[in-house]
């Protein structure tokens, strides 16, 4: 079946940038999404990407490279209210396939 | 609504006995969905349906789960002779458009159940 590796856990200070990986596998691939969710809380839609390259949105940025199977999200000017799980979701036929999770913690 | 709303928030059961979910999709959108997320961790996907049709229910342990979306009421997940390892977060999410084209899932607050 499909499956999606993102670290478990990743820490940056406050004001850094940070980086978070994904790998996916690619039958059926169709693009790859970004997800928040905050303890207790829903899932929010933080990006997509179907293309290859950078979607920017103002201190997230997501990144897709097709041929290495591979994103990233990168959070710029992190803040304390980033403290938050993000997964990365797989597009492939017709499902959205979540990660695991990655738990980033910020510090201040 | 403007937003996906799920009832209950939480939902403690005895071993064995019917948990029943509920959920309203955004006004508008087709395609509803349902996940299961245990301990923090991933997002397992159960069913999704196109408006009161099943659109996909590989992810369903067909046994003891079912699932409804009938006109004009909200969407139903039942889980009949629950088990421990049904406790978790269930998430029901609504979209526009179907997964072949899609690019994003609203997510409602998630109901917890608790198998006790």
């Known amino acids: 079946g499909q499956s999606l590796e993102q670290p478990s856990e990743v820490t940056a200070v406050e004001g850094a940038i940070v980086q978070i990986n994904c790998t996916y596998q690619t039958s059926g691939f169709y693009g790859l999404s970004w997800y928040q969710q905050h303890d207790g809380g829903a899932p929010t839609f933080l990006s997509y990407?179907?293309?290859?390259g950078l979607e920017e949105t103002g201190r997230f940025s997501s990144f897709l490279s097709r041929s290495d199977s591979y994103g990233y999200l990168l959070l710029q000017e992190l803040q304390m209210k980033d403290s938050a799980s993000y997964f990365c979701?797989?597009?492939?036929?017709?499902?959205?396939?979540f990660g695991k999770g990655t738990r980033l913690h910020i510090l201040p | 609504g403007e937003e996906v709303a799920q009832t209950p928030k939480h939902l403690v059961r005895g071993e064995g006995q019917k948990a029943k979910l509920y959920c309203a999709p955004i006004k508008g959108h087709s395609y509803v969905f349902w996940y299961q997320q245990v301990l923090k961790n991933e997002f397992k996907f159960l069913i999704s349906f196109q408006n009161e049709n099943v659109f996909d229910e590989t992810g369903m342990p067909k046994e003891r789960f079912s699932a409804k979306c009938l006109p004009n009421s909200p969407c139903s997940l039942e889980i009949q002779a629950t088990k421990l390892e049904d406790s978790a977060v269930y998430f029901c999410?609504?979209?526009?458009?179907?997964?072949?084209?899609?690019?994003?899932?609203?997510f409602g607050p998630g109901t917890r159940l608790t198998v006790l």
């Open positions: 999410a609504s979209s526009l458009r179907p997964p072949t084209s899609l690019v994003e899932q609203f």
């Open positions: 990407n179907a293309l290859d």
């Open positions: 979701a797989e597009r492939a036929d017709d499902k959205i396939i």
